[in-house]
C-alpha cells in the first residue's frame, strides 16, 4: 500500500475536559444501548469485559475511551455516541455482542479486549465491515487472518512472548522455568511463544502445566514446581488465577521470580495474592507507563478527574484507540469504509506512541515493558530491551 | 513416575485438605437427597454465603493479621459461628422459599431444579451486584506454620486445620443423625416420609432441620475455606459445589458416611491424577473414576440409603 499521503493528526485537546464531566457519565454510563437521540451522533462501540472476574482490565480500557469520547464531543459538531458492549470476557457472549454491533449500526468499536473474544467476535465484525480497533487484545494469530477492519494498537504476543523469556534468564537468571498458563487463548498463545523462546536462551523447562482458572484449588500444580527445582515460574494468563496461583505457590514455601504477562498487571494481583507474597513478583507488557511525558500528565490529571481513581493497564491504550477513530470521525469520515482507509493511511500521535498500522492491522514498532510488584501496585521497570542489554 | 515419586506425600496431604472441603459440602447435598428426593443446586450459594459472612465477621473484629493465642481461638469460634449460622439461615430460608411452596402443589422434582437454580443466580447476583465481581481478600486468620514433615510432604497448621475441624464437624453431625431423637426423625422421614408422618414426625420441621444441618456444614466448609485459601467471590461456590454434589454421588447420594468417603475420595483421585499425569487432566481424571465407580456400583461406593450408613 502506498504511503505518499501520511500526515500527522493530534488527538482532541485535552483543555476543554474539566467541564464537561457531567455531559460525558449522561452520555455514557448506559449498558446496552445509545440513549441519546441526538440525530447526527455517530455511534462507536467499546467491546469487551465490564463484568465478571477479569473485569478491571475491560473497566480501565473503557473508561479511557469515555474520557477521549467526552473530550472529543465537547469541542466536535458530529458528536460520536458510546455504546457498551459488556463481554464479561466470555467467547461464548462475543458473538451475540458483535450482532448488537451490526444492530446498532456502529461504525467502528474499541476492542474487543481480549484475544478469545476477539478470535469469536472479529469475524462477524469484519464481514459486517465494522472497524476494530483493538488496545489489548495481543494473540498474534489475530493478524493472520486477513482481516482488513481489525487493527491493533499494542505489540502481539510474539514480542511479549520472547521479552518475558529474556527478562527471566538475563535479567532473573533462570536456568530452569516452570511455565503455567490458563487454557485461554491469550494465556497459552503467550506460555507457548514463551516455552519456544526459552531452549534458545540457555535456559530449560523445568515443567509445563495448563491450570484450570477457575479452580480453586492449585496445589498439585504447586507441588509439580517444588518439585522440578524451577528457579522461576512464568504464568500465561490473567489476574484472577494468577493471584491465586501466587499466594498458594509463596505459601507452600516457594521463593523464586513469578513472571506474569500484561493480563496479570493489575494491582487486583496484588490484593488477591498478598503484599508480602506479591514480593519478587513481576508482569510484562507492551503497555508503557504514560506518567512521564507532558500528554501522558494531562491525561492522567483528566482521568483523574473524571473517575476519582488513577488510570489502570491500558487505560492509555484504550484511550488512544478511540482517539486513531475519533480522529477518522473529525476528519469528516462517518462511514465504517471510511474510517477504515482512513485510519489505515495516516499517522497518529497517540498519548502512548506514534500510531501506524501495517496492511495486517498490527501496529508497526511497540515495544515491551516489564512492571515489578511493589507496595500495592506495580511499578516500570522500563523497556525490556534496556534492561536486559 | 519420577514426579509421583517426589509428590506421594505432599498429593495425600493436599488431597485429604480439598477432599476435607468437599465432604463437608457433599454432606448438605446428601442430606437433602436423603430427605427430599431432591438435588439442592443452591447449596453452593449456601455455601458463598458463609464465607461472606466469616470475612465480614473478621472485618467487624478489625482482624489485618493473624491474632496469636487465646485471641486466635475466639477469633476462630466467631467466624465460624457466623459463617455456621448465615449459611444455616439461608439454607433454611432457601427451603422456604424455593421449595416447600413447590412442594405443597405436589408440583414436580423438575420444577424444584429450575426453582434451585433461580435462587442460586438470585443469591450470586445479590452479592455481586452488592459486593462485586472480583475476587475479595481474606485478611490472614491463621498463621500458615510448618508444623512437621511426612515424608517429603509438609504439614501446615491451616492444611491441619481444614482437616481436623472437618472430621469434628462431620463426627458430630453423625453421632447427631444417629444418635439422636431428632436425627431419628430425619431418618424415619428418609426411609418413608408417609409412614413417618403416619407415626406422628412432623415432616416440615424435619425437612427444615435436614436444610439447616446441611447449612451449618456448608458453614464450616465457607469457614475452613476462607481461612485456607484466604479469598472469596460472589460465584465462589460454585466449583466447591460441583465437587461436592460429584463427592456425594460417587460415595453414594443420600448416604453421610458415603459423602465423608466421596469427599475425601474425589480430593485425593484429583490431586494424584495432577501429580501423575499434569493439571489440566485433574478434572478428566476425576470423572472418569467417577463414571468407572458407577459402571461397578450405580449407587456409588456406600449405596444409596441413608439408614444403611449405621451398620
Redesign the interface.
Known sequence: MSKSHVRRITFPSLLAVGGLLAAACGSSSSSSSATTAAPASVPIGFFGAL???N??LGINIDNGVKLAVSQYNATASAKVSLVNLDSQGDPAQAPQLAQKAITDKLVAVVGPAFSGESLAADPILEQAGIVSVTPSATNPALATHGWKFWHRIVGNDNAQGPAAAQFIVKKLGATKVAV?DD?SAYGQGIANIVRQALPGLGASIAT?????P????????V??I??SGATAVFYGGYY?AA??LL??LR???YKAPFVSDDGSLDP?LI??A?QAESANTYATCACGDVSGTTAGKAFTSAYQAMFNTAPGTYSAEGYDAAGVILAAIKAGQTTSAGINTYIGSHTFDGITKKISFTSTGDINGGGIYVYQASGTAFTSLGLVSNLVG | MHNLIIQFWPSVIDGTTTGAIYALMALGYTLVYGVLRLINFAHSEVFMVGTFASLFTLHALGITHAPGGIAAIGVFILITLAAMAASGLVAVGVERVAYRPLRKRNSTSLANLISAIGMSFFLQEVFALRYGRDLIPFPRVLQKNVLFHIGTGVVRSDKLLVVVGALVMMFILDRFVNGTRLGRGIRAVAQDPSTAMLMGVNIDRVITLTFLLGGIMAGAAAMLYGTFYEVTQYNIGFVIGIKGFTAAVLGGIGNIRGALIGGFALGLIETFGGAIFHAQWVDVVAFSVLVLVLLVRPTGILGENLQRARA
Open positions: 463484568t465478571g472476574p473485569a478491571q503455567i487454557q509445563s502445566q495448563s491450570i484450570d477457575t479452580a480453586p484449588d492449585y496445589s498439585s500444580t507441588n509439580a517444588m518439585a484472577d493471584g491465586r499466594k498458594q505459601d507452600a514455601g487486583k490484593s488477591t498478598g
